[in-house]
């Protein structure tokens, strides 16, 4: 990898709140968007624990990829906090407290559109300090079985993710595809109103487990046989761009700008964090190179 340019941070301009029930735990959450210093990071903060459990949205706190990313560990432990990251990542906002009082942000409506709403509420304050922007010069790829994901170069210094969703013939989901420029504007429109999806199958399934007691098919997608129960999609291909929304927010815990094309096949959150693991441990090799030559 190598580092191309950097751009000044930014944190918030002021306060911001969402309100909503907890997908996991079915609970009443209060989230809370606090402005941050520069080179302050993401810091989620479970204030039902008091104000020193703080967990920092990096690819080292990683505890757990099983159909959400969930960050620390119990009981400081916060999930699902894909969708925040990716409001807070695609509006370009580096420095932010994210005041929990529960061990997950509200689900809403399963997309980013109510973090991203409150955020452009705040508007944003422009720091002095710079955040790194860096690029592969070759691809850097996790594939296993049946998904991959990888980072190609690009001849432009901008980041396009395109997804391929593909789970045959027999699901009720169709084929789509998806390609994305991020950029804050494009991502507000385009990407941050794409809402979680799963099958009506998996639906009874997470039931099952004690997951989504709260939850109503008209809260999120849920694809019967004959397309979604009860709703609609906002888009023919929303759950592919819901996908780009998953990998905007995993790939923020990177700690830096990253540029390329991110191309993925039926990845979720495991291959996600695995090829931020591989990003991140490529940068720190470059820099421990840098430090050594100084």
């Known amino acids: 990898m190598k580092r191309i340019q950097d751009r000044q941070q930014q944190t918030i301009g002021k ?23 520069a080179s302050t990071g993401v810091i989620f903060v479970r204030a039902d624990l008091g104000s020193g459990a703080c967990i920092r949205a990096s690819v080292e706190n990683v505890t757990g990829t099983a159909r959400r990313t969930t960050l620390g560990q119990p009981p400081v432990q916060v999930g699902l906090v894909e969708h925040v990251l990716a409001a807070l990542s695609g509006l370009r906002i580096d420095n932010c407290y994210v ?16 973090f ?4 452009l509420q705040a508007g944003t304050v422009v720091q002095s300090e710079r955040r790194p922007i860096w690029t592969v ?15 190609h ?12 969703l593909d789970y045959g013939p ?51 997608l849920v694809f019967g046989p004959h397309g979604p129960i009860q709703n609609k ?32 096949y039926h990845s979720g959150h495991p ?11 490529q940068i720190q090799t470059v820099l421990s190179r840098e430090l050594r030559a100084a």
Not at 99 to 114: F, M, R, T, V, Y
Not at 116 to 119: E, R
Not at 153 to 164: K, V
Not at 271 to 281: D, I, P, Y
Request: aromatic fraction near 4%; hydrophobic fraction near 40%.
């Open 271 to 281: 291959h996600n964090v695995e090829l931020v693991r591989r990003l991140s441990l």
């Open 233 to 264: 999609t906002r888009y023919a291909n929303e759950p592919a761009r819901h996908k780009i929304l998953d990998i905007l927010g995993d790939l923020s815990l990177i700690g830096c700008d990253v540029r390329g094309h991110v191309v993925a």
């Open 116 to 119: 991203v709403n409150a955020l």
């Open 170 to 220: 027999e699901s009720p989901i169709p084929w789509q595809m998806c390609t994305q420029t991020i950029t804050p504007g494009g991502f507000a429109a385009e990407i941050a109103p794409c809402r979680t999806f799963v099958t009506d199958q998996e639906a009874l399934a997470l039931r099952d487990q004690g997951l989504g007691s709260r939850t109503t098919v008209t809260d999120l």
């Open 99 to 114: 005041e929990l009082d529960a061990p997950e942000p509200p689900g809403l409506d399963g997309s980013a559109c109510g």
């Open 137 to 151: 010069e070759q691809p850097v790829t996790y594939a296993v079985a049946d998904a991959t994901i990888a980072l």
């Open 15 to 37: 306060p911001a709140e969402v309100h909503g029930i907890g997908y996991v735990t079915g609970k009443q959450v209060r989230l809370r968007f606090l402005p941050a210093a």
């Open 153 to 164: 170069p690009s001849d432009t210094p901008e980041l396009r993710i395109s997804y391929l």
